[in-house]
């Protein structure tokens, strides 16, 4: 067979599964299928479970709102342990959401125990939960997991790097996080990058101190 021959053949069978698909498509459509399956999963009802742990997140989430608000160290305390059994009952019925085990990262942090917390932003991170997070909150999550490892260790510093640098990446507008870069990257003699990551803080927030003061000790 000739080589015209053959780029004839194969475009009379493109166009031939074409037209089919073509017929199939409007045979479904004229039969209303596709309007039915979207109505039936409009209409799916929602999963009691994910709707029972949303409520406990909810609760635990006014409660630790509460706890930040409270001057009476003892109160605080309190509510942060009220809030972390709503947090632990939301995961137990939802392993997979995020925000649960942030919840329960955020509730340790307030009572003093900074090692499980950071446990709970792993858990928050891991595989199995982070896909429910958008990007934004990802980066808002590993910020706060550098925040907890500076505190408890000066000793891991790429760990901590690693996290910043993917924080400002997926929340790039966020002075905070540039800023605690800057720092990192200050505290361990790497001048020019803590400078560049300092001017990108003051760009997005201008009346940043920290960082404009960081910038004139390191002569910028």
């Known amino acids: ?110 009572q003093g125990f900074r090692s499980n917390a950071l446990d709970a932003l792993d858990a928050a991170l891991s595989p199995l939960a982070a896909a429910s997070l958008a990007a934004d909150e990802r980066g808002d999550a590993l910020l706060k997991r550098a925040e907890l490892k500076i505190s408890l260790s000066k000793k891991r510093v790429d760990s901590v790097l690693a996290d910043l640098n993917e924080s400002v990446k997926l929340s790039p507008r966020n002075p905070k996080a540039w800023c605690m870069l800057g720092e990192c990257y200050e505290g361990n003699d790497m001048g020019e990058e803590a400078k560049k990551a300092y001017k990108e803080a003051l760009q997005l927030e201008p009346q940043l101190d920290v960082a404009q003061e960081a910038l004139n000790r390191l002569g910028s």
Do not use: C
């Open 1 to 110: 067979m000739e080589p015209d021959e053959k780029k004839a053949m194969i475009r009379d069978i493109a166009l031939q599964v074409f037209v089919f698909s073509i017929a199939i498509v409007s045979f479904l459509w004229m039969h209303g299928i596709p309007q039915r399956l979207y109505a039936k999963l409009r209409h799916r009802p929602p999963n009691p479970r994910a709707v029972q742990a949303k409520s406990h997140f909810i609760k635990g989430a006014q409660l630790v709102s509460q706890a930040r608000r409270s001057k009476n160290a003892s109160v605080t305390v309190s509510l942060a342990k009220q809030a972390l059994e709503e947090a632990e009952k939301a995961i137990a019925l939802d392993p997979k959401d995020a925000a649960s085990h942030f919840l329960k990262s955020m509730a340790l942090d307030l």
